[in-house]
């Protein structure tokens, strides 16, 4: 059995997802213990507790400890299988979180998976649908990946109630994945607003719009307006296409102007096209387990983050690979991952690197 220290790194929930997908594909057995030790509220919440569910469901695992509050979860896999499956979080917990455990698994199992979610579509700290949709899955594609997303309807916090459908079919062989820089074409978004006058999506949308335009881009923005969900939300969704996707999300809030939301959202999306680095810090670490698992890969990224570093750290108790990072634009020696250790000062986390698995 592995033994997993959930309190590792960042801490939080990704540190669980990661840890029962590759559990499942490998099928090694693991017990984490310290389960989001470092959040204010530590333990299982509901879309992390959804998360595993999804994979005990697809590899017919056996858990204990799969409870909510739950600081300590033992998780045995069994052969993966295929089908389809529902889960209903009945709260806003991040589909989008769920869908990370889930697509990581899927395509390794003998036949087409398909899963339908209830949950949170738009929600703090998770990636919204749309990044998953148009940033996350067009750079797996890369890979070899196969799989459809398709928002039926949109949930936003604290109500929930989004529903998402993903079809995730068998992937031969994944295939490495090298892209360091990034060549843009062009933006795309989709501005929406829930229970909320049109406007709003339709001013966050000028103001992103604006700042693009006058930074020589063309862009496109869809305008989503829609009165029947459970609750009431609105936010911005752009990515930048090109040989790559890199994407930016806002979310509006009360206190906070439709202009203010385009303008955070353009904002951040032209800082990391202006690194050259063809992957954002989100994409970031959602792709090393799929870098482990084809080997032989190298990606250039925006941002190095605490998340992609503990990722990292996780994918190396699974698969024997070895990662290296390198300052971009540095002659430093890059960093070999198999004597680093996360509280290493040298590293600037605000600057770009390009991240190797051999």
Same mark, same amino acid.
């Given at each position: ?17 990661? @840890? ?11 017990? %984490?213990?310290?389960?989001?030790? /470092? ?18 469901? %697809? ?31 009945? &709260?806003?917990? @991040? #589909?989008?979180? $769920? ?16 899963? =339908?979610?209830?949950?949170?579509? =738009? ?19 890369? !890979? ?18 989004? !529903? #998402?459908?993903? &079809? ?45 335009? *006058? /930074? ?6 869809? $305008? ?12 911005? #969704? ?5 040989? &790559?996707?890199?994407?930016? *999300?806002?979310?509006?809030?009360? @206190? ?26 989100? !994409? ?11 080997? *032989?890969?190298?990606?250039?990224? @925006?941002?190095?983050? !605490? ?6 750290? $996780?994918?190396?108790?699974? $698969? =024997? ?8 634009? =540095? ?12 509280? /290493? ?14």
């Amino acid at each position: 059995m592995i033994e997993i220290d959930g309190s590792l790194g960042e801490g939080g929930g990704s540190i669980l997802r990661i @840890s029962s997908a590759l559990s499942a594909i490998t099928s090694q057995p693991i017990h %984490i213990s310290n389960i989001r030790a /470092n959040r204010s509220k530590s333990g299982l919440a509901a879309q992390h507790l959804n998360a595993v569910i999804s994979a005990c469901q %697809i590899s017919q695992a056996r858990s204990k400890g799969l409870v909510i509050g739950s600081p300590d979860l033992e998780f045995y896999p069994k052969k993966l299988i295929g089908g389809k499956f529902s889960l209903d979080v009945k &709260t806003a917990g @991040s #589909v989008g979180l $769920i869908l990370q455990t889930f697509m990581i698994i899927a395509p390794f199992a003998s036949k087409k998976s398909k899963i =339908d979610i209830i949950g949170g579509t =738009d929600v703090k700290w998770a990636p919204s649908i749309e990044y998953i949709k148009h940033v996350t899955l067009p750079i797996l594609e890369k !890979m070899g990946y196969n799989a459809k997303i398709n928002l039926i309807k949109r949930g936003h916090y604290p109500r929930g109630g989004g !529903m #998402v459908t993903a &079809t995730i079919y068998p992937l031969k062989e994944i295939k490495p994945l090298n892209l360091l820089k990034s060549e843009i074409d062009s933006i795309n978004g989709i501005s929406h607003a829930t229970n909320l006058p049109r406007h709003v999506a339709e001013r966050q949308a000028l103001a992103a719009e604006k700042i693009f335009k *006058n /930074n020589g881009f063309e862009i496109d923005i869809e $305008i989503e307006h829609s009165s029947n969900n459970m609750g009431m939300g609105s936010g911005i #969704v752009l990515w930048a296409r090109g040989n &790559t996707r890199i994407g930016s *999300n806002e979310l509006g809030k009360p @206190s906070k102007s439709a202009e203010k939301v385009g303008i955070h959202a353009a904002e951040n999306l032209l800082t990391t096209i202006k690194t050259g680095s063809a992957l954002d810090e989100h !994409m970031g670490d959602q792709i090393v387990p799929y870098m482990a698992l084809a080997g *032989n890969s190298q990606i250039g990224l @925006s941002k190095l983050t !605490m998340h992609t570093l503990t990722n990292l750290h $996780i994918v190396k108790k699974f $698969i =024997d690979k070895k990662f290296r990072i390198t300052p971009k634009c =540095d002659n430093r020696v890059g960093i070999d991952l198999n004597n680093f250790k996360l509280e /290493n000062k040298d590293l600037n986390y605000k600057k770009p690197v390009i991240i190797s698995c051999d």
